[in-house]
């Protein structure tokens, strides 16, 4: 079973179908490696000093598709194409700056950081579905 993701910037809606969903946390750490004098040597290696910079950057790698419809979902879109699905979604991509993307009932300030788009055809004149790679990070601009 799919779930659907909603991209929204400015008047440009697209929803995306997925496939997979990964959701990731990093924390930003310093290590800091205070010196050891000699006369420590005997008594074995040290711990490094750690300091949480108190930032993390979540990401979500998602892999999907767009469709021209797939029943109710997907009617809000600004499209109703697939190929113009693609065109929307690229320009948002293009157009730079955070958009809105609503997944699982929560709305997340994102920016894409790499957008992959493979055109699959049903046959040699009808591109019937686009599969989609992406890496997005939520956070603010400044």
Known sequence: MTSNIVFTKGSTV???????VDESYTKILAVITPP?????YASGPKDNKLVDLLRVT???EIDGYIV?????????????TVAGKRT???????GGGTFTMSYSGT?????????SVKELPEDSDTVTKFELKMSLIV???I
């Open 58 to 60: 979540h990401r979500f």
């Open 68 to 80: 021209a419809t797939e029943g109710s979902y997907g009617s809000g879109d600004t499209s109703s």
């Open 36 to 40: 050891v004098g000699s006369a420590n």
């Open 107 to 115: 709305d997340y300030t994102v920016n894409t950081e790499k957008l």
């Open 14 to 20: 697209v929803t995306l179908f997925t496939n997979s």
């Open 139 to 141: 956070g603010e601009n």
């Open 88 to 94: 929307d979604l690229i320009a948002i991509f293009q």
